[in-house]
């Protein structure tokens, strides 16, 4: 029996009705090659400064990238067995062919997830394969990949070509040197790739590295962190350094996005109390990320870095997959979160400066039209970020449209940023987010609420000019 092909459906994930569609195709037509601006990643600043060729299939497509093996986790199949690493370093699968086969043969867990439309966009647009992922096909498939990936320009930099990806952030912690982005600024392409000042770790007085966090900090910016005030000049150094290193965003991952400010005196005694080595409670450690947010906010306000706020997912929901496996191993899960009261204090407080720039994402679909989408529509300070994780689905980018545009329109958004390790699904994501947008822009063409003019016109804005005027460029 011949093994079935793997074709790309031209018209696929835009509306079904067939003259929508024709209008939808037409949109798409004029954001379809438009370059890719990608402000919100998490591929690491070694990889490009460091230009090593991906290892294998297994390597670039399984192994690092939770939303593959949470799947198969999902169904049974033990993370040893597809090559996760494990945190004492024990054995696990280092058979590439074994791993890859593993992910072929339960192909069709996939089935109606955006993590297929990934892959399948993937191997056939940037692989060249024409078979559909089996037992049987995984070797050929496994093969025809392993050809692509050793061409000569198929590496990290290499992949900024061949993706068309205009501009890509990465996500360091506030401890980190910066070391790799200046051996990329070195190399010409500081003006391609810059990174993101994440510092979640120095925030959270209850982590587990937040000593280790602080004293580092501390050593870069050469500041006394023993005192409060220290610690805050600290920050505020460290976020220099990544302005000077090309940064135009801050990343904030906390719980909750309650941003009510402590009195001084309470914040310095509950930091004083942390660097001392006392028992902080977690009442205690959450008053204090929300002081710190609204801290941060503050600090934006005066060196111009755009503050991203994406809260409400418990991370590491598995303590045996966390103390196994360690962070980010597909067993984050979402809560719910209260976004009118949480931001209240930070927009009271800049909500309308226009120094301040923030763009709030959630998981919460309950909140866009009840919360976000209220909140962008009215001060100047705020866009509502792209549907995020599990949300940057075809589906649930049709319900970001739907619930939130009638409120904030279509330019109080930030345009589509991708969130993802996985390097080889960049093109994938954004194609996947420019078609739901013209399938949704479509319908108001269809119902009379927009000219095919206006769509298109939109549609780049949304691909294109928002993105861009979301993270402009710093002067340092």
């Known amino acids: ?41 998490h591929v690491e600043a070694q990889a490009f400064a460091e230009n090593t060729p991906f290892p294998d299939p297994a390597q670039l497509l399984i192994v690092p990238d939770h939303y593959v093996f949470r799947m198969l986790a999902s ?5 040893d067995d597809l090559g996760v690493p494990r945190q004492d370093g024990g054995a696990v699968e280092t058979d590439s062919r074994a791993i890859w086969k593993r992910f072929c043969e339960n192909w069709k867990l996939y089935r109606g997830t955006p993590s297929r439309f990934w892959i399948e966009h993937e191997l056939v647009e940037v692989f060249g394969v024409d078979l559909v992922p089996s037992a049987e096909t995984a070797d050929a498939i496994y093969d025809q990949i392993a050809s692509v990936i050793a061409e000569e320009d198929f590496t990290p930099q290499g992949l900024l070509d061949r993706f068309d990806i205009e501009i890509i952030s ?15 600024r070195e190399q010409g392409l500081g003006h391609r ?60 991952g906390h719980l909750l996005p309650n941003t009510q400010p402590l009195p001084d005196e309470e914040a310095a005694a509950l930091y004083g109390r942390a660097v001392a080595g ?19 906010a503050k600090m ?4 111009g870095l755009v503050m ?78 792209a549907p995020w994780w599990f949300i940057d689905s075809p589906d649930g980018m049709r319900r970001f449209r739907e619930l939130a545009t009638e409120t904030a329109g279509f330019y109080n958004t930030s345009g589509f940023v991708d969130d993802t390790r996985a390097f080889a699904s960049i093109p994938a994501r954004h194609d996947l987010a420019r078609r739901i947008d013209a399938g949704y822009l479509a319908n108001l063409v269809a119902e009379g609420r927009l000219t095919e003019e206006e769509a298109i016109e939109t549609a780049v804005d949304l691909t294109s000019t928002l993105p861009k005027a979301s993270y402009p460029p710093i002067a340092h």
Request: net charge negative; proline share 6%.
């Open 1 to 41: 029996m011949n093994a079935a092909r793997l074709t790309l459906d031209p018209n696929r994930a835009f509306p079904a009705d067939p003259g929508t569609r024709e209008i939808a195709v037409r949109i798409y037509e004029h954001v379809k090659d438009l370059p890719i601006i990608s402000m919100h990643g």
């Open 75 to 79: 169904q049974g199949v033990n993370l």
């Open 170 to 184: 990465t996500t360091d912690p506030a401890s980190s040197d910066l070391e790799f982005h200046r051996q990329i």
């Open 193 to 252: 790739v810059v990174p993101t000042f994440r510092p979640d770790a120095a925030l959270t007085l209850t982590g587990p590295t937040f000593k280790a966090e602080v004293e580092a900090i501390g050593k870069l910016s050469g500041e006394d962190v023993s005192t409060y005030e220290g610690y805050l000049a600290a920050l505020r150094h460290r976020r220099r350094a990544f302005i000077e290193a090309g940064a135009r965003a801050t990343d904030h």
């Open 278 to 296: 006392e028992e902080i409670s977690a009442e205690e450690g959450a008053a204090f990320e929300a002081h710190m947010l609204f801290q941060m």
């Open 300 to 303: 934006s306000t005066e060196d």
């Open 308 to 385: 991203q706020i994406h809260p409400g997912v418990r991370r590491d929901h598995s303590t045996e997959i966390l103390e196994t496996y360690g962070k980010d191993k597909g067993y984050d899960i979402p809560i719910g979160v209260d976004y009118t009261r949480g931001v209240q204090p930070m927009l009271d407080a800049f909500g309308r400066n226009p120094n301040f720039h923030c763009i709030l994402f959630t998981i919460d679909e309950t909140v866009y039209s009840r919360e976000l989408a209220p909140i962008a529509g009215t001060y100047p300070a705020v866009r509502l970020g």
